[in-house]
């Protein structure tokens, strides 16, 4: 098993970009697949996450050519042979590993074809809740037997129909769970809508757009049409703002830093971490550079003594990912931080309100828990420990983040994991230890010589 060894750092002055973004690298992957020519898909996130849904994408009869790889990880450029809607039943049960995206988008994609498949996952998914997708399908007229220990959970049998287009009140704010309706919805005959209970990242109607299928937007509510056939495209995946997050929480708390990440997606979906890093007293300057589909732009940093924050419910769903490393933020801020209407949390790759919680007290920080979120009475002093990710990518490397300000050495246990959305992570912190001797900006570049 592999593990970071972390010690403070004086200073942070770098440039870099970080991988692509995992959910637009599933998306891009399900829609190349289905479109009716050759897609060119440029800075695919090559995470086991990601690759699990192109060789899904593989077993259903859509292949891919390589142009260029991340080497030791997988490609990053690549064309995907679109099937233009016809897929073939896989010859063995889908392996999603880790994935909650991959696997909930890949169900409503299966829901709608004519004949069975099986999805299933690690020990992690295995216990993650599945009804949330198999309610709106089974009500399109799918079958979908949960076969796992746990009521409700995976491995998923998936008995494929002729689906009926539903209007669907999502009780949950779950971008995943929009985005199996509405590509189960592109199999139904008729209107299929789904409403959200709050705004969630729109990487799906934007992707389905950029692949010439139209979806209707009226407030928290998404219609799709049946029967459309995406349109082959070149599609260029920005960097990931959940990744990029880590070393902005880095240098936001860093008085005297300054960090650019280029290249990285800013849909305003997923932004809501740059607001609650200027609240807590960073200083950021964004630059759009490109804003059809997907819009990518540049983001600087200059760090700051930071102050604690609320979290404000409407921003919770726009940055769920991000808040074990917001968590860590605000143990370093002054003040008190609270975060709550974040139950959702509970049911990521671990329960991330007790892991974070309790990591951050291992590391010496004030914390109470509640059912719904945290709060942390911040600038008590952290000291190294010994964490455990407990196989969670988010919380390896946000816990990397608080060692980085601990007296002592911090030992994170059980990385490998961080390879299911951020593979090269370890080079990169490897290289921000590294310059602790010159003050002068580092440059990383990331895509191809990682
Ligand atoms: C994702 C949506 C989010 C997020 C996950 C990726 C997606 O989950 O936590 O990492 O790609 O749609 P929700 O379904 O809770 O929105």
Known sequence: MSDFRVTAIRSLHAEFCVPGDKSISHRAAILGALANGV?????????????????????????????AELTGYGPTHLVIYGQARRLCPPSVPIDCGNSGTGMRLLAGLLAGQPFDSELFGDASLSSRPMGRITTPLGEMGARIDTRGARPGCAPLL???????????????????????????????????????????????????????????????AIAIDGGQTPQACEFHVPGDISSAAFWLVAAAALPGSRLLIKDVG?????????????????????????????????????????????????????????????????????????IRNARELRVKETDRITTVVNNLRAMGAE???????????GGRPLHGATIDSFGDHRIAMAFAIAGLFAAGETVISNTECVNTSYPGFAHHLQAILEHQSTPDAFILPTRSNL
């Open 39 to 67: 897609c060119t898909i440029r800075n695919f996130l090559p995470s086991e996450d990601c690759l699990n849904t192109l060789y899904a994408m593989q077993a259903l009869g859509a292949r891919h050519d390589v142009l």
């Open 266 to 338: 800013i849909n305003p979906t997923r932004t809501a971490i740059l607001q609650v890093l200027g609240r807590m007293g960073a200083h950021l300057i964004e630059t759009v550079h490109h804003s059809d589909g997907e819009p990518i732009g540049h983001i600087e940093i200059h760090g700051a003594a930071l102050t604690g924050t609320t979290i404000l419910p409407a921003e919770v769903p726009n940055l769920i990912d991000e808040i074990p490393v917001i968590a860590v933020a605000a143990a370093l801020a002054c003040g008190r931080t609270v």
């Open 158 to 220: 998936i008995h494929g129909s002729h689906l009926a287009p539903i209007t669907y009140q999502m009780p949950v704010a779950s971008a995943q769970v929009k985005s199996a309706v509405l590509l189960a919805g592109l199999f139904a005959s008729g209107r299929t809508t789904v409403v959200q209970p709050a705004t969630t990242r729109d990487h799906t109607e934007r992707m389905l757009a950029a692949f010439g299928v139209s979806t209707h937007q009226d407030g928290l």
């Open 367 to 377: 914390v109470i828990e509640f059912e719904d979120g945290l709060e942390i009475q």
